[in-house]
Structures are given as structure tokens and as C-alpha cells.
């Protein structure tokens, strides 16, 4: 079974440009969740969705919008990139809310903001 | 605020020696406590976790880590590291027992382990 994708691997953008990452979950889950992994330390909750409804929001500017389609997979999108959002981007997906044995994270994306 | 300390950012160890990776987390009671591995290029592995009961757990690849409530660690250990066992590992806490799950983990900066030959 396929695991968490996610594409692109890597992208290089300038700054002010808006940026659109995806993540596919693995099969039969419902529950994605985003983070951001600045170089040096370790990730930071953006956002989770479960059934296409946002359950949970972390500190990150309105900059940063996601959404869930009908299919489970799931958009994080960046409007106004700044240098500071260059990071390692990890969506991770669950079964369900909650299901913290069985959370399972993909690669990333890694962003370069120039 | 909840958080967690990973004390040492870079450890280094010869192989077949053993390991003790420490972590501490500021909570109100106990939360679900977590060890994470990456690897360079990829994603996050879960090695092992803790919900409830034995204090002492069991992971994968033969690592081990022990709650402490009075001590508020949950330190990752291994009795002989391995030259593949190089990589970032990451502490992490969920939300506490009987809260909303929102999916929101917590994790420590990380520490980077280096294996000498």
C-alpha cells in the first residue's frame, strides 16, 4: 500500500509568490494534518482536517490556508511568501482524530523562498 | 504553555555503544509522550509511544524510552547503537488525556545523533 505522498518534493519560489503543496492520504484514511519543519528544529502544527472540516488551527498567519477535498487528500496553500516560510512542509494522516499509534507522516515538500 | 526540551542538539557515539536521548515536557498532567526518527530526505518515523500504564516501553529497531512523571522525561534509550541509527530524532507530547483531539503534537527541537565507526 501506498503510504503519505506528497508533491512536489521540492519547489523555489520568490518572495510575494503564493505556493499550493498537496498531500494524499494513505488509503481509507480521513484525517490529514499539516506541519512546517524550519532547518534546525522540529515541526510545527499548521493545521488538521478530518471529514473536509478544520479541527485545528496552530499559530500561523491567515497567510496560510488549507482545505480537505471529498477524496481525503488535502491542499496547504501560502499566499505572500516570505523567506521565513522556507521550511520542509510534512503532512501526516490518521484513520481518524486522535489516532496518534497509527499517524503515519510523508516526506515533505521541501520550500525554498528566495 | 505546554512544550518540550530536548536538552542536547547533537550527540555523537560510537557504535555498539549504548544511548540516552533526554527529554523533558511542561504539561498539567500527563500527555500522550512520543519518539520520532528521521532521516535525512524523509519523514517522520514513530519508534514508540506512550498512552497509559508500564512506564518502561518498547519501540522498534530495539530502542526503549521510560516515563518519569516526577520527573516530567520520557527519555529514549538503546543498549547498542548501530551505524543506521544515525539520524534526528524528535520528543513529542499530544493533547492531554480526555481533551479535544485535534491532531496538534508537540514536538522538541530535535537531537541529531552521530554514530562513529
Known amino acids: 500500500d501506498a503510504g503519505v505522498t506528497q508533491s512536489p518534493t521540492h519547489l523555489i519560489k520568490t518572495r510575494g509568490q503564493h505556493v499550493t503543496l498537496r498531500c494524499s492520504p494513505i488509503?481509507?484514511?480521513?484525517?490529514v494534518s499539516w506541519y512546517q519543519q524550519v532547518l534546525g528544529q522540529g515541526p510545527q502544527f499548521i493545521f488538521q482536517?478530518?471529514?473536509?472540516?478544520?479541527?485545528g488551527r496552530g499559530n500561523f498567519p491567515d497567510r496560510f490556508s488549507a482545505r480537505q477535498f471529498p477524496n481525503y487528500s488535502s491542499e496547504l496553500n501560502v499566499n505572500a511568501l516570505l523567506l521565513g516560510d522556507s521550511a520542509l512542509y510534512l503532512c501526516?494522516?490518521?484513520?481518524?482524530?486522535?489516532?496518534?499509534?497509527?499517524?503515519?507522516f510523508g516526506s515533505g515538500t521541501q520550500l525554498s523562498v528566495l | 504553555a505546554q512544550s518540550v526540551t530536548q536538552p542536547d542538539i547533537h550527540i555523537t557515539v560510537s557504535e555498539g555503544a549504548s544511548l540516552e536521548l533526554r527529554c523533558n515536557y511542561s504539561?498539567?498532567?500527563?500527555?500522550?509522550l512520543f519518539w520520532y526518527v528521521q532521516s535525512p530526505g524523509q519523514g517522520l518515523q514513530l519508534l514508540l509511544k506512550?498512552?497509559?500504564?508500564?512506564?518502561l516501553v518498547q519501540g522498534i529497531k530495539g530502542f526503549e524510552a521510560e516515563f518519569k512523571r516526577s520527573q516530567s522525561s520520557f527519555n529514549l534509550r538503546k543498549p547498542s547503537v548501530h551505524w543506521s541509527d544515525a539520524a534526528e530524532y524528535f520528543c513529542?507530547?499530544?493533547?492531554?488525556?480526555?481533551?479535544?483531539?485535534?491532531?496538534?503534537?508537540?514536538f522538541g527541537q530535535g537531537t541529531t545523533l552521530q554514530v562513529k565507526p
Open positions: 501526516a494522516s490518521s484513520l481518524a482524530q486522535g489516532e496518534w499509534e497509527k499517524l503515519f
Open positions: 488509503s481509507g484514511h480521513k484525517s
Open positions: 482536517y478530518y471529514e473536509k472540516e478544520e479541527r
Open positions: 504539561y498539567g498532567a500527563t500527555p500522550y
Open positions: 506512550y498512552f497509559s500504564g508500564d512506564t
Open positions: 513529542a507530547v499530544g493533547p492531554l488525556h480526555g481533551s479535544s483531539n485535534t491532531g496538534k503534537l508537540i
